[in-house]
């Protein structure tokens, strides 16, 4: 069941995830199709996002947006004031720290060698923000030559957050503390409980999808639009219950990108190698973190394997 419509509000609007957004002209989304956005959502009782592009909006926009409870989406180079910020430029996250608002959720954008070069800065933010989502561009290059750095990175970063657990400061970071807290899988469920509304009307299961229609030489990525309502051919292909691997693994916080799916294995259900190591060196650093027993964390198994395919090939 659906539970969150995102709405782009123009095709230069901010990236909050893995893809690269490839607009670079303004098409700021017509007033009646943002209207009739908001009033689905409210029809079908959906939370909404709405994500900004980096200059300000016409004054009947934002009378618009206010009509509903929302969630605001900026860069963080944008002057509004946010729920979520989006910092891509990992060379001023230092400056962003200094100016940010508590209350917000900041998401680092990196591709992964300026992730692991930042390590020092982003321990640092951990200090003083209350949440960070990291969140790797480049998920694809990722290679069996990164296990190591990205295993370095987060045991770091997890000595951080353990000392900042220890002095009473509980910061939350997606790739570490989110896997301590969560008893299921906790993805990002595009298309099932997430839908996005582009510019031009129609539907998406998120943003990618729309981002990647404009390289996609003519194919037709939309699930519908907003006159005629949604239309996900085979949706079951997007649930977990239909996901061999994913449904019974451990690695809660995973993401499980869809997107990821189809542009690494090009199947929406089966997700890549890549993001299957990944989540599990994140799952097996959290384990060691050392958080006091006052904040009931999950219990976390030992396991022998990173990539469950292996696993499953081992034991055949």
Request: with cysteine; glycine share 2%; proline share 5%.
């Amino acid at each position: 069941m659906m539970k969150f419509l995102t709405i782009l509000l123009d095709d230069t609007s901010v990236s909050f995830c893995h893809v690269d957004n490839p607009y670079t002209e303004r098409k700021l989304i017509p007033i009646d199709i943002l209207k009739k956005g908001i009033m689905y959502a409210m029809k079908e009782n959906l939370s909404v996002q709405i994500v900004y592009p980096n200059y300000d909006l016409p004054d009947e926009y934002l009378k618009v947006i206010d009509s509903i409870d929302h969630t605001n989406i900026v860069h963080s180079s944008h002057s509004l004031s946010a729920d979520i910020v989006v910092i891509d430029e990992f060379d001023k996250l230092e400056t962003y720290v200094r100016q940010a608002d508590l209350d917000s959720i900041y998401v680092l954008r990196y591709a992964k060698k300026d992730l692991f070069a930042s390590e020092a800065i982003i321990r640092e933010a951990i200090k003083v923000l209350n949440r960070i989502n990291i969140v790797i561009k480049d998920v694809e290059s990722f290679s069996d030559l990164d296990i190591n750095d990205y295993i370095k990175f987060l045991d770091n970063v997890a000595i951080t957050v353990s000392q900042e657990f220890a002095k009473g400061h509980n910061p939350q970071i997606n790739v570490l503390t989110d896997r301590l807290f969560l008893e299921n899988p906790n993805h990002c469920n595009a298309g099932v409980e997430n839908i996005t509304l582009s510019p031009n009307g129609c539907f998406y299961p998120c943003p990618a999808f729309y981002y990647d229609e404009y390289s996609s030489k003519g194919q037709i990525l939309s699930v519908g639009n907003i006159d005629d309502g949604l239309a996900i051919k085979n949706p079951q292909l997007y649930k977990l219950d239909f996901a061999p691997i994913c449904r019974i693994c451990d690695a809660y916080h995973c993401r499980r990108c869809v997107w990821l799916n189809k542009q690494l294995t090009r199947e929406i259900n089966t997700p890549s190698r890549q993001q299957c190591i990944i989540a599990h060196l994140e799952r097996n650093a959290a384990k060691t973190m050392n958080i006091p027993e006052v904040y009931n964390i999950s219990y976390i198994p030992e396991i022998d394997y990173l990539d469950p395919f292996d696993n499953l090939i081992k034991n055949k």
